[in-house]
């Protein structure tokens, strides 16, 4: 099952968790450190929307920022 949007294309973003620890400089610690740092990916919002085509009304996947955009009608 794709995970992208049909209209633009929008996907997956990877990126990273940081995990800090101590108390900040400015609360009266000695600042914080990096203890991890782990990979993640950020999933695009991904709905599935009904749309009337000329061929008929048909199932496609777009994300949120498309669905808002408003270039198609809703079947």
Known sequence: MSK???FCGKNR???GHIT???LAIKSGGIG???V???KREF???IQTVR???PQGTKKVKLCTSCIK???FTKA
């Open 13 to 15: 973003a990877v990126g």
């Open 36 to 38: 991890k740092n782990v």
């Open 51 to 53: 749309i009337s085509t």
């Open 20 to 22: 800090r620890r101590g």
């Open 32 to 34: 914080t450190h990096v």
């Open 4 to 6: 992208a949007c049909d």
């Open 69 to 71: 955009t408003g270039n």
């Open 43 to 45: 999933g695009a919002n």
